[in-house]
């Protein structure tokens, strides 16, 4: 059974950081590109970084150019997302996965 479970979100105030983590089982996790999508209140699904099977490539939505760092450790089955300069339009729920399979989501809210 394939399995990813994110974890990591919370409340912050605008301008600090977070780190998702997304723990994967039950495929062969090294052989699969990897993605970060969101879902902000109201709003369809963005994706907010890519990063290739080996972890040589990312690639990231222009708003979060410079402030989110993606990642992952093919030896321990896990994918990041460094988070840093939060700002309130950050604010939604972060999904890791891969094709169209993606886990169920961990919240992410920027408030002061």
């Known amino acids: 059974e394939v399995r990813l479970v994110e974890s990591g979100g919370g409340l912050v105030q605008p301008g600090e950081s977070l780190r998702l983590s997304c723990a994967a089982s039950?495929?062969?996790?090294?052989?699969?590109?990897m993605n970060w999508v969101r879902q902000a209140p109201g709003k369809g699904l963005e994706r907010v970084a890519s990063?290739?099977?080996?972890?040589?490539?990312?690639t990231y939505v222009d708003s979060v150019k410079g402030r989110f760092t993606i990642s992952r450790d093919n030896a321990k089955n896990t994918l990041y997302l460094q988070m840093d300069s939060l700002k309130p339009e950050d604010t939604a729920v972060y999904y890791c996965?891969?094709?169209?399979?993606r886990g169920q989501g961990t919240q992410v809210t920027v408030s002061s």
């Open positions: 996965g891969f094709d169209s399979t």
């Open positions: 039950g495929f062969m996790f090294s052989v699969y590109p």
């Open positions: 990063i290739s099977r080996g972890g040589s490539t990312t």
